[in-house]
């Protein structure tokens, strides 16, 4: 068996998990990152809007700074976030901004003088300028009081994470790609590395360190419809529930985004309807405004979606092989606007509709989009339960995004957070020993090769990988998508749990032999189920709406109840997570008060 | 719609080399709006579930689903299957080594190039996290990112003659990448050390000037461009070289 020692190991390739090893190389340690594939291939490279730091260096950004972002950040959490670590993250972003121009990234700048921008679909004229001329610019986004969100044309994620990588390779990083790690190792109080299967030759290896990063990223591929890579599966969460001992934050935090193409669920710009684009039904009627007359579809991500599904139900949708979908319609806008400012829209559509939007209707339906929820974290990074384990990025609930989280405030997580939780590894490091107990890596190991065994040997059944998933997508979808009520959410947690039983009976219908990719679902998939079952089971007992949480049968936000963060854990053995709840924050700069959009009613603590 | 498609399919799994290379047929009724993505999913998921492919964000963007599509490198997730014959031939990328059926290791060959060209910005200033970014042109800065625009699918290389037979050569996709730092003011190399880098056969020498890289990115990067501004280049640096009076001319 290969064992490769290091310092730090970052599970996880990503904008998180290299800015967090860069910390730890640039301090003298080395660092390894696994990642599932080619390191720049991870979905941070697929982010295209931007990432917020208020620098404040364009007209429209005029008088930002960070107060202001983290009024608007906390807002944005529906005051689910924590205060301490948003006051973190609103007071870095600003530097690493500058600290990736340094590094080579190639960030759109102010140009002086007058130009124009569309809102609701009018045109209005801004100055920029002539002092601020070649600092960093930025464009506006959702739910930001001020333009704050900073950008490469439309390929932020691809440019900083091609930077990122390219610091990483120059400071000596390694990175390990085509692996996946499948077991944290740990004695219930340290955790001592993982157990990796390799993606080239199906081998199992250990990895050992002093200290080990989750950044896997989401988990949006436990629903069936997701704007996410398809390698966003959750293997980075599983792995730490499996440990029974640390705990997941807020996994019924699940966000929506109104505009997913179908049949791929690619995502296609809020820019679309900002700028003046229209939702119709299968009678290519316009019906956003009888729901939200003033806003119609401009109103939060959160709200759209909600109605557009309302709408779909009532059957107005257009039916498809693919299920039902709603059309987006941008032809009014124009030739022009559509070829230039809605570039990648157009390329998109042709590309994997085989449609032109200047003239034909584009199908969208809401699709999961992002995951507020996963590994928990103190405000160093440091994961409940178990020494020496740390999360960051969308991974983590760190949590600065509590029930909702605004556009490019992501982006700017991963490498904020890779920066603070980075420095704080280096502190760990310093002070720590490596005592790695032989028996608790063999057992950890043994435990792998027999699972993997018993997958190909089918010893404890032959239920399919695949049609298990397939029943777990239909019951997250049905149970716990963007509306949840009592009876949809106890009906899906039976049935997750009964599929979680017939999961444990997954044997292969393959032979399994080397990078078998029957074997990697079947090794994840029961893991895939208990995500599934925290989502819902947390949906299911938090009896509010908040943020992106909303209940039918309990409308309200309840401060009075509520005001806190779901912590699930997974005893061995269990059929369902252990649910335990704390302060959503220890420090309110911010009491909790009305958001200013989205309506809804609250119940004060 | 209702075309029945027929997939030719090469299949080797080098971890099980009692199972030789072979072609599998495997037959699908065509969707509307269906894609190589989902083609292929629904012959892993319904008919062979050890069938090996790589798909990552599966909306063009991240270079992990190149193949040879009927003789041709491309990416399957934005191929449509209505734009294909009934009969479709999938092979791996070559130049690549082969993981198992269409899925190649990218991931090594990219890793080596960006190592020898040292794909970072070489400076000699501290970041001073106190002080404001340093200017730019904005009309610059999108320059450099219309270079950065590659996304390692490998397509140029598998349809480049030179890489195919030498496994150390750059491609064109380390030439661009090595133009995108010749652009950028802030990597302070000087002419002289690009040359080190590229005037070889490894490099800018190695190129036949046949264009297959051009013709099969999907992203239209325009590697023609960057290759001709480096022949140019680095023609000159050697003439400077010859004569002995290579002043640091930093670009
Ligand atoms: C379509 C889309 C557009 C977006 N646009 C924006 C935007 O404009 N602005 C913004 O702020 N945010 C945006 N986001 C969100 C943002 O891109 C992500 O939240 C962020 O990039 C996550 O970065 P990360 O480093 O945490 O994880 P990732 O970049 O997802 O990296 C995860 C890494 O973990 C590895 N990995 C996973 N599991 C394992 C395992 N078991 N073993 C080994 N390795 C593993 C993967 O291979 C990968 O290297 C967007 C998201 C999507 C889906
Ligand atoms: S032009 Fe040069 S790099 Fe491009 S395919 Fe031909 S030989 Fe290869
Ligand atoms: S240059 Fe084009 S074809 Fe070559 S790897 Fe980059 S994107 Fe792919
Ligand atoms: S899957 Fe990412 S480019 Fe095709």
């Known amino acids: ?605 | 719609m209702s075309r029945i498609l027929t997939f030719n399919i090469f299949r080797y799994n080098p971890q099980d080399p009692g199972t030789p290379p072979r072609m599998d047929r495997f037959m699908l009724d065509e969707t509307d709006r269906m894609t190589l993505f989902i083609a292929l999913n629904r012959i892993r998921e319904e008919q062979d579930p050890s069938l090996m492919f790589d798909f990552c964000c599966r909306a063009g963007i991240c270079g992990a689903c190149g193949m040879v599509i009927n003789g041709r490198p491309g990416l399957a997730c934005h191929t449509k299957t209505k734009d294909l014959p009934e009969t479709i031939t999938l092979m791996p990328l070559p130049a690549f080594k082969l993981v198992g059926d269409l899925s190649v290791d990218t991931g090594t060959w990219f890793r080596e190039m960006y190592q020898k060209v040292e794909s970072w910005v070489h400076t000699s200033k501290e970041f001073d996290p106190a002080a404001l970014e340093e200017r730019m042109d904005n009309g610059l800065a999108e320059e450099i990112y219309e270079l950065e625009r590659c996304i390692e699918c490998g397509c140029c290389v598998a349809a480049c003659g030179t890489a195919l037979i030498r496994p150390d050569f750059l491609g064109a996709v380390g030439l661009n990448r090595i133009a995108r730092f010749i652009l950028d003011p802030r990597d302070e190399r000087t002419d002289k050390e690009y040359f080190e880098i590229v005037g070889n056969d490894q490099g800018i020498f190695g190129c036949m000037g046949l264009l297959g890289c051009e013709d099969v990115c999907p992203k239209g990067l325009p590697l023609q461009d960057q290759l001709g501004m480096l022949r140019r280049k680095m023609a000159f640096t050697a003439l400077k070289s010859l004569v002995g009076k290579h002043k640091h001319a930093h670009k």
């Not at chain 1, 440019?159 to 990175?175: E, F, H, K, S, W």
């Not at chain 1, 980075?422 to 027999?450: M, P, R, T």
């Not at chain 1, 716990?480 to 106890?490: M, Q, S």
């Open chain 1, 1 to 605: 068996m290969q064992t490769i020692y290091s310092d730090l190991l970052c599970i996880g390739a990503g904008l998180a998990g290299e800015r967090v090893a860069i910390e730890a190389a640039s301090a003298g340690f080395d660092a390894v990152c696994l990642s599932i594939v080619p390191a720049r291939r991870s979905h941070s490279s697929a982010a295209q809007g931007g990432m917020q730091a208020a620098l404040g260096n364009c007209a429209m950004g005029e008088g930002d700074g960070p107060d202001v972002h983290f009024a608007d950040t906390v807002k944005g959490s529906d005051w689910g976030c924590d205060q301490e670590v948003a006051r973190l993250f609103v007071d870095t972003a600003p530097i690493v901004m500058r600290e990736l121009a340094a590094w080579g990234v190639p960030w759109n700048r102010v140009v002086p003088g007058e130009s124009k921008y569309f809102k609701g679909g009018k045109e209005f004229t801004k100055v920029e300028k002539k002092e601020k001329e070649g600092l960093i610019t930025a464009r506006a986004f959702g739910g930001t009081a001020k333009w704050r969100t900073c950008y490469t044309s439309d390929g932020t994620g691809h440019t900083v994470l091609y930077t990122m990588d390219n610091r990483a390779a120059q400071l000596g990083v390694v990175v390990h790609d085509r692996v996946e790690a499948i077991s944290l190792i740990h004695d219930g109080t340290r955790c001592m590395g993982a157990v990796v299967r390799c993606l080239k030759t199906g081998d199992l290896r250990v990895y050992l360190a002093k200290a080990t990063l989750i950044a896997s990223g989401g988990f949006g591929r436990i629903y069936r419809e997701s704007t996410n890579a398809v390698i966003n599966d959750g293997g980075g969460h599983v792995i730490a529930l499996d440990t029974g001992v640390v705990p997941l934050g807020n996994m019924e935090a699940v966000q929506f985004h109104p505009t997913g193409i179908v049949p791929t669920d690619i995502l296609v710009t809020e820019g679309c309807r900002g700028d003046g684009g229209t939702l119709l039904d299968v009678n290519e009627n316009r019906f956003m405004p009888e729901y939200e007359p003033d806003k119609a579809e401009l109103a939060s991500r959160d709200v759209v979606s909600r109605w557009m599904t309302v709408h779909m139900q009532k059957g107005f949708g257009v039916k498809s092989p693919y299920g039902d979908h709603l059309w987006l319609d941008i032809r009014h806008l124009g030739i022009d606007h559509i070829r230039t400012k809605l570039r990648e829209v157009d390329e998109i559509c042709k590309s994997f509709l085989g449609i032109d939007p200047a003239y034909q209707l584009i199908p969208v339906r809401p699709t999961q989009h992002y995951s507020m929820g996963g590994v928990r974290t103190n405000k160093d990074g440091a994961a409940y339960g178990l020494a020496g384990l740390f999360s960051a990025g969308e991974s983590a609930c760190w949590d600065m995004h509590g029930f909702n989280r605004l556009g490019g405030n992501s982006l700017a997580e991963t490498v904020v957070a890779g920066n603070i939780i980075g420095k704080k590894v280096v502190d760990y490091l310093k002070g720590c020993e490596a005592i790695f107990n032989s028996k608790v890596v063999d057992a950890a190991v043994a435990k792998q090769a027999a699972r993997i065994t018993a997958l190909r040997n089918r010893s404890n059944g032959s239920e399919s990988a695949y049609a298990v998933r397939e029943a777990m997508f239909d019951a997250i979808m049905k149970g716990a998508g963007i509306f949840r009520n009592e009876k949809d959410l106890t009906e899906c947690v039976e049935t997750l749990q009964a599929l979680h039983e017939r999961a444990g009976r997954v044997g292969l219908k393959s032979n399994g032999v080397g990078p078998n990719p029957e074997l990697t679902l079947a090794l994840k998939i029961q893991g895939m189920v208990k995500l599934a079952l925290c989502v819902a089971y947390g949906a299911l007992k938090r009896t509010e709406s908040r943020g992106s949480h909303t209940r039918e049968d309990f409308p309200e936000r309840n401060d009075r109840d509520w005001l806190n963060r779901t912590l699930a854990t997974w005893p061995e053995g269990a059929s369902l997570p252990e649910l335990s709840y704390e302060a959503a924050t220890k420090v309110f700069e911010i009491p909790p008060g009305d958001r200013g959009y989205g309506g809804g009613k609250i119940i004060s603590a």
